[in-house]
């Protein structure tokens, strides 16, 4: 359908902005200034879940157009957690340093490991760093950081969103009809594409949000990608109006709710 294709084509141009603004922003200063401040270590968890979520959105849409629209729903949810991380560390800042950074990269190298219980079973809620004893608590999920972005409306767009695109991303049989041609089993449809595109452009639009509202930039390269932006707003409105009057109200008023906020 036409508003479909249009909201596609907002979403390539935005996903190529994207792209530009981290080729020319997305600086990895504890590396490039060889210092590791908590400061700088978040700046540069920002900006990695940005380049992260850049690459899912254009894979979604790669997707979308090879018509595999479950797997660009799958593949959209990666980006929705980039931006869920991306949106925590922004509220938090230096005080989600353990949360974030210090704690996943201490258990991937072995120097901090999961608390055990009394009887010697693993507590996986509890971290603790091999060389001083210190206990932390264990790096929150995606549920209760998207309970602290400083949105409201996260909570409740996650509810619904996360809840259908589990369908997708895990073996449920719920989302069995998408494998379905009558009572034939397949592998091609294209049945959820609507969905797909329609939830690549929400997320691809508060990722390019966050990027360029916490960013210092050029103040005519801002411009041009909010009214980027605006565009693909607007589409998706467009969308939601015509495609989607199935959707739980709730859900639809904190998306235009979220998605007003993009606009300022």
Avoid at 124 to 141: G, H, I, M, N
Avoid at 233 to 249: S, T, Y
Wanted: hydrophobic share 40%; with cysteine; glycine share 8%.
């Amino acid at each position: 359908m036409r508003a479909f294709d249009r909201l596609c084509r907002a979403i390539h141009e935005l996903s190529q902005s994207l792209s530009a603004f981290i080729y020319h922003y997305g600086i990895a200063e504890g590396i490039a200034l060889n210092t590791g401040t908590p400061a700088i270590a978040i700046d540069d968890f920002f900006y990695y879940c940005l380049a992260k979520g850049s690459k899912h959105i254009r894979a979604a849409m790669v997707l979308v157009e090879n018509e595999l629209p479950e797997d660009a729903i799958v593949v959209s949810r990666a980006a929705y957690e980039c931006y869920v991380c991306a949106a925590y560390a922004i509220a938090h800042g230096t005080k989600a340093i353990d949360d974030l950074v210090y704690n996943p990269v201490g258990l991937d190298a072995g120097t901090v490991e999961y608390a055990r219980t009394k009887t010697g079973k693993w507590n996986y809620r509890q971290l603790v760093d091999k060389a001083t004893e210190t206990v932390f608590d264990a790096p929150p999920s995606i549920e209760r950081m998207v309970l602290s972005t400083g949105y409201t409306d996260d909570a409740v767009v996650h509810r619904h969103y996360y809840g259908f695109s589990s369908q997708h991303a895990h073996v449920n049989m719920a989302g069995s009809g998408n494998y379905r041609d009558g009572a034939a089993y397949t592998d091609h449809g294209n049945g959820q594409r609507q969905n797909a595109i329609f939830l690549a452009g929400y997320v691809t639009a508060v990722i390019v949000a966050m990027a360029i509202e916490n960013t210092d930039m050029d103040g005519r390269e801002k411009a041009r990608i909010a009214k980027e932006l605006r565009i693909a707003v607007r589409q998706i409105n467009e969308v939601l109006d015509k495609h989607f009057k199935e959707l739980a109200d709730d859900f639809v008023a904190a998306v235009r709710s979220r998605l007003g906020l993009v606009l300022g």
